[in-house]
């Protein structure tokens, strides 16, 4: 599937559930890394259901510390299901030594939430030890989404900031709520990329991002970044 000059690496499992177990595996490696060379394990992890079973394999491992942020969060209170914190603290509550922390403030107000995020990050400014990103069948990565108007400053690689406020153009049907996403930039800020995707769709997205170079969905900015990602799929 990879061009012979790609830097990327291609993961292919039978199955979610064997994707998730090695992925599991991956992550849990990596924060040990990080835990015994600095101490804790710095996160920035995907939402949606898919990534969700990785988690609570994670969360099983009992390493910590740990600390980790959604890649991207919609702008709902913390208690609502679309949260992604909220989902990713229920997938890795079997851990306490796991702490997840917002992008967003408790009610999802989209102004207070880029000023709480843009401030938080810029405190927290260290390397990610692992970023893990999905990919939506439209190509979007985090909330970079194509047809957002602001989608070049977050898809810029040079760090001007590390978070955007974004609202998908169109909003997607199944959660259409504006978003706060980290940059391209951030993201790229990491010792490791993992992305993720699920599914005969994506893998026919991933095939044209990395085969036709006019192809210009969020993902492609991503894989033409130079830096090596490990991309991982099931169908």
């Given at each position: 599937m990879l061009p012979a000059s790609s830097p990327h690496t291609f993961h292919s499992y039978a199955d979610a559930d064997a994707l998730a177990t090695q992925l599991a595996q991956t992550l849990t490696a990596a924060c040990h890394a990080a835990i015994d060379a600095r101490g804790r394990a710095w996160l920035a992890l995907a939402g949606g259901r898919t990534p969700l079973p990785v988690y609570a394999r994670l969360a099983a491992a009992g390493l910590g510390p740990i600390e980790a942020i959604p890649t991207d969060e919609r702008c709902v209170p913390h208690s609502d299901p679309a949260c992604n914190l909220h989902q990713l603290r229920?997938?890795?509550?079997?851990?306490?030594?796991?702490?997840?922390?917002?992008?967003?403030?408790?009610?999802?107000?989209?102004?207070?939430?880029?000023?709480?995020?843009?401030?938080?990050?810029?405190?927290?400014?260290?390397?990610?030890?692992?970023?893990?990103?999905?990919?939506?069948?439209?190509g979007h990565i985090a909330s970079l989404f194509p047809g957002a108007a602001n989608l070049s400053e977050g898809l810029a690689l040079e760090r001007g900031t590390d978070v955007i406020a974004s609202v998908p153009d169109p909003l997607p049907p199944e959660a259409p709520y504006p978003r706060i996403s980290l940059t391209l930039a951030r993201l790229l800020h990491a010792r490791a990329i993992h992305l993720l995707a699920t599914g005969q769709h994506k893998r026919q997205v991933l095939t044209q991002v990395l085969t036709d170079p006019q192809c210009h969905l969020p993902v492609a900015a991503l894989l033409r970044a130079g830096t090596p990602i490990q991309i991982h799929w099931s169908p």
């Open positions: 229920v997938a890795l509550a079997g851990n306490p030594e796991i702490t997840v922390h917002p992008l967003t403030c408790a009610d999802g107000d989209p102004v207070r939430s880029l000023d709480l995020s843009r401030t938080w990050l810029a405190r927290h400014p260290a390397p990610f030890d692992l970023v893990l990103l999905g990919m939506g069948n439209d």
